[in-house]
């Protein structure tokens, strides 16, 4: 079952040649989530062979140029290329107001349902949810209101043991109860404990993105033991001050709140364009966190 | 002196890896004038080393986004590097505030001043004039409003020849009124003609833009005898319905405009992305208007 991060930008505000600003393609189990998309993604999304028209959800995470301009652009691509299946799109309430205005001057109505929810300020809710995935979202700190993203396989059921189960004769009817954990108790009473019966399931994973942010040790609770995490380190530790300032974290800060929160993996990226590469970043990063790895356009992690 | 037009995206609506949607950059006598700004088109820039921070004025013919969506993004990094020089900004009235709007939302302020100056429709306009250079625009044929522009140098002064002036003492006080033309009249009644004394100026050299446009003559006396004409040329002939239907034009339609204005050169471009090249558009074209040339991204055009 597939849970992959493909970066499609690992730069910050200003658009390069060598990186493109925010924006990831998140396929977990065959859902495709978009998280940020700034001017050009839908060209990233080409390039990295991204299935557009198959997305069934955006995520925008704050009304900076770098996270969101590329979204107008990549709803009309869907529209002209005919997509029918409607599209949730989550981010600031306001989004709403600034789509709606260029389709309107645009004098153009898609032609799919986009449903748009709003994010509520300082507060978390759980944004998507079915059988198999949850999508939640928790404030973060920035300098307009902003939000991080928590991605989770919802806990796998047990895995019936064929062989034992045909050994001791257990009716179809009871499939369901032992995948969900319970004990066997026969007719005439006999118990066999589940774990004679069943596998222990197949672990949950988790992703969580964290840009735009000050150093916000509030967010760990959010950001739990996951397995990947995307922090911004906008900068690097001599530049603690003009971080501060910005709302951004550094290198440094992005590994304690990993270390914090106990996640396996750290990915850092959201790079000032003053890093031609983002060797200093993730070097000082590793000082603290070693697992971490640097953010590059076309990246993916399988989790 | 420098007179070039730079395509910086030669596609329509949708961009591709191989093109990207309407952008020009102008280059009259170092104005530096860019003519819609699609999606991408600062990486544009950035990829032909257009001067960006050096950009006098923007010029946006409609708000359909493959001709404006990039605009945002450009101004955001003109601020983000320290612009201060003022920019001129000419579009439709509405895209003021699509921009304020944006601004707003992110509580961003620009770092220059933004002087912007709406297209009024149905109706011609002398938008831009200095010593050298004047821009004006027009009413296009489109779904919306849409306006054409035309680029002109103003007319060139005579040119004194030195030797002559010498030879028959004439006054440094009138060189200006030779290089305006008038015959030279001595102190005692002697007249010698302006022809003896200076040389045929240089040639005006002028370019207009057209895009979006259903075919239309009525735009042919704003355009007339222009040395370069962009007309775009969505469709070939053979999907002319469809070009009617969506306020386009066809390759034919395109070089019979530039037949009619007595253009010197056609450039045909804005191709819908059903064509993986333009031979089949440029081909057409040239049927009925010889001197026909495709535009491609990075294409430079020396007037």
Redesign the interface.
Known sequence: LRFSVTILGSGS?????RRNPSAQYINIQERHFLMDCA??T??QM??YEVPLQQLNAVFISH????HY??L??LL??MH??GRRLPLQLYG?P??K??ID??LH????TLGFPLNFIPLIKDETQDLYSDKMVEVKSFPLKH??PCWGFRFNEKPFKRKIIKEKVIRHKIPVAWMKRLIDGEDYISEDGKLIANKALTEDPKRSRSYAYCSDTAYDESIIPNIRAVDLLYHEATFAEVLIKRAHQTFHSTAKEAASIALQAGATKLVVGHYSARYRNPDEIVNEARQVFSNTVAAEDGLIFNL
């Open positions: 505000a200003i658009p390069t040649l001017e050009g839908q060209l080409r390039r009304l900076h140029g770098d301009l590329g107008m652009g009309s691509t002209l290329l600031p306001e989004l107001e600034v205005f260029q001057v645009g004098r153009t300098r307009i």
